[in-house]
């Protein structure tokens, strides 16, 4: 750029109107505590984590990692311990809860986007982001005492017919069970779903919308041959999102999905999810590894938790350009 | 940093500045016609621009701009848009490095010192060389009297409440606001109208004492009477500052400025400089085709 | 006429008119649907809960040790809550506003991988940061308090105020972003008195809703403050929280007591929660009419 750097004429020449570079001003220390502070965060968190395999290390030893993650029987008093039908129950639940979420969070995010009218679309749109708001142990109680005493003769009807076909829809249909656990999981899922979603679908090129409308489209046209199509990454996103979400909630579940170590054969059938038998059992761990056992437990959750996350994150960056939701 | 006693302009030699004869008066445009053919009467030089360009990633926005800048004089930079009028301006006080992305290459001579040295911090170079933008931007959530004291007390201008109420005043009598905002120095920043937050912007400017202000369309976002206060208190303040103002408007240009550069957009979609000199001669007989096209209307 | 312009119009095919019905239809039912649980929560909890919160006892007294016997309040879960999520939003604040302001203005590669950390934090099982916290604070301190539990809400309160922060930062207008810089103001300078400044009503927005989260949560508090039935200040101890009392008395609803204990404090946790959600919707709301100048 200029052929006076550093030279001592351009020093003094700069000294004397006063324009002087300072070596360490404030701008400088700023951005090392700045930096102090971010680095100094990661590695706590990332002590912490390690912390959480070290406990758990013991057991992994024992079993084996493989071992540990097949293994079927959870019996603490013997010193037994796989965390499969955790696996299962949290993979099973999940599943049935996005199954029931993502279409209800699908379709409300159209309506409010697209088909309601536009005084509406706010106030609806606020009432369903509420559901977010309600704290996981009120949807327990709830869950308890209400929806599954509730739910049980839709499900024993169920189970007396469809059941007898499909044993997986069969009994025993004691009221708390996976499909309970999965409800739950469902209504508190949908915030989050059809908050990204409705993201997504607000940011349909206008112009696309409107040519189809032009051509005499109606609005299922439009949702089917643009909306849809075009929010096709983010509606990934959002649905791993709410994936991560499902697998993570624990007070909820716990409350209704009736704690049990076996591998239920049904839907309806009591079970465990990860993040549930761990709060279940966690203050009477008394056997032997049976606490290590648990933050095992914890760490496969950890482990499956951060993989999704990543993979929403990703999706989220690089299809949808970084949206992010108010969560 | 410079106090106001001392007039470093005049105190340092260089072989790149001329000893100065300050122009009489601060009349727009009344300095004597040069006879035909001669060269202009040497005045003092603020800045010196040299062979300047700057790109905003690939894109190149300026090609190779040289020009000089009389000090205590208005110069003007005209040109039609996307002529690279406000990258060239955003280059002399190192604002156009703020975009991610933008890089220049030349020179900028403030003094005989190119503001572009490594060794210069840029925030310095600001306080010296000031600007004003198109939308006034007062700070919304400071008050009128903060919105003047804050920048000036943030760089260590000034120091205690009396010299800062003493800056606050004069600052404010220089963009003759004043008057209209003495009582309520307390009120939010945004509370004026959009002459007078103009002004404040101005004042502001002016409490950090720099040697040059920038003037971005300062009045394209104002209405007539507001845009005619701005420009009477420009032909006031260039007794004590140099100033560089860009404006799309040429009666503003020809009415308000000593020295006019025309810009235009070339092939290349890159801003060149295609003629500086005198505003009288730039609006009555121009050198080149191109600005006796552009002065008459013939495109931009 | 009327007719003969509706017949210029070549009708859609019945089809798809059905079709484009049946899509309005079955949306609306999706959203009541949705909205069914939380208007049923919301009845439930209110019609069930209203009795205990009406009597000031409730507010004042510790529950009973004996959770199937009657009477006694939430005394010590509410004041656990509050102190602990106080404590935890004085960590949080501070680290997140610190790491929004890093990734603004500082980048670069350091500030996207602590953003990508931030974004992983965010759907982070609540229950995995009880167990970072218990495997670090409490095994080590070598018992259950309100400090870990403070630590451990501090954690989940992070994620969401730093991304609420460095979006609102991100989102300073450019003028006054200039102008700042133009006016050769330092970073660090332009940052507190003027983007901060101005950007403040949506960080504390942000805030509140990370308040309001923290409020919430159960899972880590398992295993961190663990729960008291006894009142007490000292973060030192074990502390009782209104979800943790809920959570008991839910575990033990069999006995009328507890489940209506369990329904009175879980109307005061949603009304909490509500108030600070709200308070942030309100603020957002106030931010957006006052228009670009804020």
Known sequence: MTDLVGSPETTEAVDRIGLRRRRWTGDLTFRGVLAALAVGTTLILGFMMVGSFVTAAPVYQKFGIIGFLTGTKWEPSFTIYGAWPFIYGTVLTSLLALLIAVPISVLIALLLTDLAPARLRGPLGVAVDLLAAVPSVVYGLWGLLVLVPVMRPFEQGVAGTLGKVVPFLGPPTPGPSYFAAAVILAVMTVPIISAVTREVFASTPRLQREAVLALGGTRWDVARTVTIPIGRAGLLAAIVLGLGRAIGETIAVTLVVGNSNNIGTSIFAPGFTLASVIANEFNEATETLHPEALIALGTVLLVISVLVNAGAITIRDRFTGGLRSGF | ?300 | MASEAVAAFAPTDRRRRVKANLLVICAAIALILALIPLVAVFGYVFVNGIRSMLSLDFLIQDPPADLSATGGGVRNALVGTLEMTGLATLIAVPIALGMAVFAVEVGGRLAQAARFLIDVLAGLPSIVVGIFIYTSVVVTQGHFSGLAGSLALAIVMLPVVTVSAEEILRLTPRPIAEGARALGLTRWRAIMSVFVPVGLSGIITGILLGVSRAIGETAPLIFTSLGNNFFTLDLNQPMQALPLLIYRNALNSAFDAARDRAFGAALLLILIVLGFNLAGRWLTARRRLAGSSR
């Open chain 2, 1 to 300: 940093m410079t106090t106001r006693s001392e007039d470093p302009l005049l105190a340092v030699e260089t072989p790149q500045m001329t000893a100065s004869v300050a122009d009489p008066g601060g009349v727009p445009g009344a300095r004597p016609e040069p006879a035909a053919g001669s060269a202009r009467p040497p005045t003092e030089v603020a800045m010196t621009v040299r062979d300047l360009s700057a790109w905003y990633g690939q894109r190149r926005a300026v090609r190779e701009i040289s020009l000089d800048i009389d000090a205590r004089a208005i110069t003007a930079i005209i040109g039609p848009s996307g002529s690279g009028k406000s990258t060239l301006l955003r280059c002399l006080d190192r604002m156009h490095e703020v975009v991610p992305g933008a890089r220049s290459s030349g020179q900028v001579l403030y003094q005989g010192v190119d503001i572009y040295d490594p060794m210069i911090e840029p925030a310095a170079v600001r306080r010296t060389i000031g600007m004003v933008f198109q939308q006034p931007n007062p700070f919304p959530t400071m008050t009128i009297y903060d919105n003047v004291a804050a920048p000036a007390r943030f760089n260590g201008v000034v120091k205690g409440k009396a010299a800062e109420d003493d800056l606050v005043q004069r600052c404010l009598t220089r963009a003759a606001l004043w008057n209209e905002v003495k009582d309520k120095l307390r009120h939010g920043g945004t509370s004026l109208s959009g002459g007078q937050q103009q002004r404040l912007c101005i004042a502001r400017a002016l409490a950090l004492e720099p040697k040059v202000l920038l003037m971005d369309e300062p009045c394209s976002a104002l209405d007539p009477v507001a845009t005619l206060q701005v420009e009477e208190l420009m032909s006031h303040l260039k007794a004590d500052y140099t100033i560089v103002i860009v404006t799309h408007n040429m009666q503003q240009a020809s009415r308000v400025s000593d020295t006019t550069a025309f810009l235009t957009m070339g092939e290349d979609r890159a801003g060149y400089l295609v003629e500086v000199g005198p505003t009288s001669e730039i609006f009555t007989s121009p050198k080149q085709q191109l600005t006796e096209d552009y002065i008459s209307g013939r495109f931009g």
